[in-house]
């Protein structure tokens, strides 16, 4: 948890792990890419179990941040910033103390609600670009191919889903800069739409489209190479294969 890179290979390690050994075990007879958008589902719901307190954590950390800019900005302030939060470790054992278990999943739903679709989405765009740009006499797919469809995947996903991250996000900080405005993720939804348009649910959408591309085009690169150097001889589903 104390380090960003530690906690995203760990979930980009079950992911796709999950990915892999649910789409070998699917039955035979299911289309391609049925079975690659039920195994995407799969991974994203089992991910989105240790997503959701990463999540919440690093959205009070940010808060955290951005109230310490915005006291010594504004305020003649002087004396050192005391943060409520050490750590991401040290934010979500708090909230453990003070709400719970319970309170470490605050805006799971949501969350859940937002990785499953996402995922099924995000390995199906891969596998159907890599089987459009692969090589037909060989049956590979080039590292530039890998690298195209894997940004392209992570852009489709955030943009199909990223209306559900705002509300979560809302959801997850509601009543810690003052009393608490939704009673859910509906509640909040309904709520955003009415005070501020449905161009609230786009706002940020930009910046992360243009992370997603070279994240997640690096993340199907490694991957692959990572198959094709444990398993050189094998069928990797990651790479397009059936």
Request: proline fraction near 6%; charged fraction near 20%.
């Amino acid at each position: 948890m104390t380090s960003p890179l530690a906690g995203v290979a760990v979930i980009n390690a079950i992911t796709f792990g999950t990915y892999g050994n649910v789409y070998k075990s699917l039955p035979p007879d299911w289309s391609p890419t049925v079975g690659v958008f039920v195994a995407g589902s799969t991974a994203g719901l089992v991910q989105s179990v240790i997503v959701g307190p990463m999540e919440l954590a690093k959205t009070r950390m940010q808060i955290q941040q951005d109230d310490r800019s915005r006291i010594h900005r504004y305020s003649n302030w002087n004396r050192p910033f005391e943060p409520t939060y050490r750590s991401p470790w040290d934010c979500l054992m708090q909230i453990r103390r003070t709400d719970g278990w319970r309170g470490m999943f605050r805006g799971y739903g949501v969350t859940m609600g937002r990785e499953v679709p996402s995922y099924g989405l995000y390995f199906v765009t891969y596998e159907g670009l890599c089987r459009m740009m692969q090589d037909d006499a060989s049956d590979v797919v080039s590292p530039l191919a890998v690298l195209l469809a894997g940004g392209l995947s992570g852009i489709a996903s955030w943009v199909c889903t990223y209306p559900l991250d705002v509300v979560k996000t809302r959801v997850q900080t509601d009543g810690l800069l003052g009393p608490r405005q939704y009673k859910g993720a509906i509640d909040c939804f309904v709520k955003s739409y009415r005070n501020e348009g449905i161009a609230t649910f786009g706002r940020g959408l930009t910046s992360t489209v243009l992370r997603a591309f070279p994240t997640n085009a690096a993340t199907f690169l490694a991957v692959s190479l990572t198959f094709r150097l444990l398993a050189p001889k094998r069928q990797v589903v990651i790479e397009g294969r059936t």
